[in-house]
């Protein structure tokens, strides 16, 4: 089995959930929130943080609608993905977000009872479910 090291992506217009994962051994950790500008990253500061984890997939949370349609912070999100994919020659998949921030919460609700929990953010919490959501059914859309 061939171990892919994947980084996945909470995208947002102030703040992005960073996470990488290890298919080997199925486990993500989150990373630090990286600062946004209304939806646009520093791309040399990214770059620099993708060259240090070395990552072979990259995943990108899709935000779509409860009735699975498609909004303008949708839109912006796969246009990120594209660029990341362009520049980086990394493949890249868009993975449905719905419902992963609560689950991101919860999550860590349960870090703080056992005092695990330093100073994750839900963003972050929640781009390594996306991790470990692939890891179970890797399946996406393309962007």
């Given at each position: 089995m061939t171990s892919q090291l994947i980084m996945a992506f909470d995208f947002g217009t102030q703040k992005m959930g960073m996470a990488v994962g290890q298919s080997l051994i199925e486990s993500a950790n989150p990373l630090a929130?990286?600062?946004?500008?209304?939806?646009?990253?520093?791309?040399?500061?990214?770059?620099?943080?993708?060259?240090?984890?070395?990552?072979?997939?990259?995943l990108v949370g899709l935000p779509l609608n409860m009735d699975e349609t498609e909004s303008e912070l949708s839109a912006?999100?796969?246009?990120?993905?594209?660029?990341?994919?362009?520049?980086?020659?990394?493949?890249?998949?868009?993975?449905?977000?719905?419902?992963?921030?609560?689950?991101?919460?919860?999550?860590?609700?349960?870090?703080?009872?056992?005092?695990?929990?330093?100073?994750?953010?839900?963003?972050?919490?929640?781009?390594?479910?996306?991790i470990e959501s692939w890891y179970r059914n890797p399946e996406g859309l393309k962007p």
């Open positions: 929130l990286f600062p946004m500008k209304d939806g646009i990253p520093n791309w040399d500061e990214l770059h620099k943080i993708i060259k240090q984890h070395q990552p072979t997939l990259f912006r999100a796969r246009k990120f993905a594209r660029r990341l994919r362009h520049q980086t020659n990394i493949e890249t998949w868009m993975v449905d977000e719905r419902l992963t921030t609560r689950a991101a919460r919860d999550e860590l609700d349960g870090y703080h009872q056992q005092g695990r929990a330093k100073n994750i953010a839900a963003d972050s919490m929640a781009a390594c479910l996306f």
